[in-house]
């Protein structure tokens, strides 16, 4: 693996477990710059099929989502649709007349880049008003010995916790499938990513399963074990679609990268694809399932 890519992944890293252990405003503010960084690819590769999307309008009403969702999750919902009309309405007066393929792509963008990721928002923000010890709603630990033990758990803002094992699971989903199918894949797993491998795909899914199995004996999830590998192979898969999602926009587009932002891992899009689609599953799972059980 290039050092480049190695050092960058570090850098992302220690940037994802700030954010995520500041929470309040200043989590907010990373993932709206992810999402802004995430609608300039999104919008190039678009551009490459001749689409004319709305972007500004679009990239303006994610941002006005991501806000909302910090002030008050559950107005969050009524943002998609208004936010819809609005982007139809505008591309309704351009000089050029818009076409099916321009309103799809503009409102795709808002979904796939913006919606999805104000999950990230809301799960973070999870029982976090009531702890937090920072200006802008932020926290930091005052003892940090003290929240590694398990009694104390408990005392953490489920969505710092929640959020920090989503990306735990995340990071050893990818991990184990990119060793394990380097190494030992044989068999091709779609024709949209050549490289992916079925033996990959199940290690890193496995990988996936074993470490929300630990985190929900260790965070006391009811029916640790059922819940744990629930939650595991909800993760594991949804960040293996969401790599294979981005990779068949790259595809019809006709690039490889979606941008040359990280060095070694390519752009936004390419570091933040198994993180999509996940933060929606883990939030109902924690504010829908786990409350039955």
Known sequence: MPWSRIISGIVAIAFALIAVL??????????????FLGHQEYFNLVRARGIVPAAKTTIFVSQ?????CT????????????AG???????????????????SASIMGLFYVGYLASYWVR?????????????????????????????????????????????LCIWAADIGAYFFGKFFGKTQL???SPKKTVEGAVFGIAASVAVALAGAYYLHFPRFVFTGIALGLLIGIASLLGDLTESLLKRDA??????????GHGGILDRTDSYIFTAPLVYYFVTLLLPLL
């Open 123 to 167: 799960l973070r923000a999870l029982g976090s008003a009531s702890i937090s010890n920072l200006p802008l709603s932020g926290y930091w630990p005052p003892a940090w010995a003290d929240i590694l033990q398990q009694r104390n758990f408990a005392a953490l803002p489920q969505g710092l916790t929640v959020t920090m094992l989503t990306f």
């Open 64 to 68: 006005v989502l991501l806000v909302i």
């Open 190 to 192: 779609s024709d949209i």
């Open 254 to 263: 006709g690039v490889k990268d979606s941008g040359q932002l990280i060095p």
């Open 22 to 35: 500041l929470g309040g405003w200043y989590f907010t503010i990373a993932i709206a710059v992810i999402v």
């Open 85 to 103: 009309t609005f982007i139809c309405f505008y591309l309704l007066f351009q000089p050029k007349m818009a076409t099916i393929a321009d309103i």
């Open 71 to 82: 002030v008050d999750g559950s107005l969050a919902d009524a943002v998609m649709p208004i």
